[in-house]
């Protein structure tokens, strides 16, 4: 198997602190700039599970990178540079505490609350009488806070503003680009064949202004279904098509694992690692429209550092 990229210990000029997240290693420069290494980890049910995936970390830093790009006359966002195939380099923003999910259609863990009983998520009301995969009226705003540690809880518009977690107008103007994010994503997804079904994005401020942080578009934080035949799929009842991780949480449910005390992850395979790590490398060509290539595996750690120094040096 590929080499992997699990855990990451740099020492960069001007390193203040890092920040080890489910997925994303964060470095922090000086106050002031902030380098991401996407590794090769990958989490479900907001446990990360024991081994990492090929290229995988270079897959969600260059979906994500190209979607910054393509949002940037829409929101600013923090992206300064991408100085290694892994690693996103941009200003530090003070992130707010709620990620905003918006989602396009009925499914995942919305229709799993749905179908036990639930007609209202995060201060949304839903109508009876949906089914799995239904595409909503209008997309729906469902955040949920961020949580240190163990899994984030959903919360409404309402009582972001009323517990002041976020002031109403920088609330208002997350949900304002959050919406103009989803469409813009949407039409490009459609440009290749896919629909966006979900998504979620995380802002920061910085200076008294509001940042795009994080990543965006990506199957860690995305879920896509393929646009062919995704009415006749629906009609039928049929599971969906689709590009995102929902697969590795099914095949984890259908082992015995959701995140719960006392279960056990499965074993995860070096064959089954491999083939989700072409589940994302398939997932990167779809919605880029790029063959994907993949970078140097040779000392990850050691590229890393080279290029992420070589950047900084040549920015003072």
């Given at each position: 198997?590929?080499?992997?990229?699990?855990?990451?210990?740099?020492?960069?000029?001007?390193?203040?602190?890092?920040?080890?997240?489910?997925?994303r290693d964060v470095y922090d420069i000086n106050d002031d700039i902030m380098v991401m290494v996407a590794t090769d980890r990958i989490s479900a049910f907001?446990?990360?599970?024991?081994?990492?995936?090929?290229?995988?970390?270079?897959?969600?830093?260059?979906?994500?990178?190209?979607?910054?790009?393509?949002?940037?006359?829409?929101?600013?966002?923090?992206?300064?540079?991408?100085?290694?195939?892994?690693?996103?380099?941009?200003?530090?923003?003070?992130?707010?505490?709620?990620?905003?999910?918006?989602?396009?259609?009925?499914?995942?863990?919305?229709?799993?609350?749905?179908?036990?009983?639930?007609?209202?998520?995060?201060?949304?009301?839903?109508?009876?009488?949906?089914?799995?995969?239904?595409?909503?009226?209008?997309?729906?705003?469902?955040?949920?806070?961020?949580?240190?540690?163990?899994?984030?809880?959903?919360?409404?518009?309402?009582?972001?503003i009323a517990q002041g977690i976020v002031d109403k107008d920088d609330y208002e103007l997350m949900e304002r680009y959050t919406r103009a994010l989803f469409r813009r994503g949407s039409e490009m997804a459609a440009e290749k064949g896919l629909i966006l079904v979900d998504t979620k994005y995380e802002f920061g401020k910085r200076d008294g202004k509001v940042y795009l942080i994080d990543e965006i578009h990506t199957p860690d934080s995305s879920r896509y279904f393929y646009a062919d035949g995704y009415e006749e799929r629906f009609e039928k009842g049929e599971p969906q098509r689709q590009l995102s991780k929902e697969f590795v949480r099914q095949w984890l449910i259908e082992h015995g694992f959701m995140g719960k005390a006392g279960q056990t992850v499965p074993e995860m395979t070096d064959a089954y690692c491999e083939s989700v790590s072409e589940r994302y490398i398939e997932l990167y060509e779809h919605i880029t429209g790029e063959r994907f290539v993949k970078s140097d595996e040779h000392d990850l750690a050691a590229r890393i550092e080279r290029n992420v120094t070589q950047w900084l040096e040549n920015r003072k």
């Amino acid at each position: 198997m590929a080499t992997t990229l699990i855990n990451t210990d740099f020492n960069f000029p001007g390193q203040k602190s890092v920040y080890h997240g489910k997925v994303r290693d964060v470095y922090d420069i000086n106050d002031d700039i902030m380098v991401m290494v996407a590794t090769d980890r990958i989490s479900a049910f907001d446990v990360i599970l024991p081994k990492g995936i090929p290229y995988k970390g270079q897959v969600l830093n260059q979906i994500a990178a190209k979607f910054l790009d393509a949002t940037a006359d829409i929101v600013p966002n923090w992206k300064l540079a991408t100085p290694d195939p892994m690693v996103t380099v941009g200003l530090k923003c003070e992130g707010f505490r709620v990620e905003m999910i918006i989602r396009g259609y009925l499914t995942g863990s919305a229709w799993r609350e749905y179908q036990a009983g639930c007609r209202e998520l995060c201060g949304v009301k839903l109508p009876d009488g949906m089914r799995e995969n239904e595409r909503f009226p209008e997309p729906i705003i469902t955040p949920t806070t961020k949580a240190e540690a163990g899994q984030d809880e959903n919360i409404s518009r309402e009582e972001i503003i009323a517990q002041g977690i976020v002031d109403k107008d920088d609330y208002e103007l997350m949900e304002r680009y959050t919406r103009a994010l989803f469409r813009r994503g949407s039409e490009m997804a459609a440009e290749k064949g896919l629909i966006l079904v979900d998504t979620k994005y995380e802002f920061g401020k910085r200076d008294g202004k509001v940042y795009l942080i994080d990543e965006i578009h990506t199957p860690d934080s995305s879920r896509y279904f393929y646009a062919d035949g995704y009415e006749e799929r629906f009609e039928k009842g049929e599971p969906q098509r689709q590009l995102s991780k929902e697969f590795v949480r099914q095949w984890l449910i259908e082992h015995g694992f959701m995140g719960k005390a006392g279960q056990t992850v499965p074993e995860m395979t070096d064959a089954y690692c491999e083939s989700v790590s072409e589940r994302y490398i398939e997932l990167y060509e779809h919605i880029t429209g790029e063959r994907f290539v993949k970078s140097d595996e040779h000392d990850l750690a050691a590229r890393i550092e080279r290029n992420v120094t070589q950047w900084l040096e040549n920015r003072k």
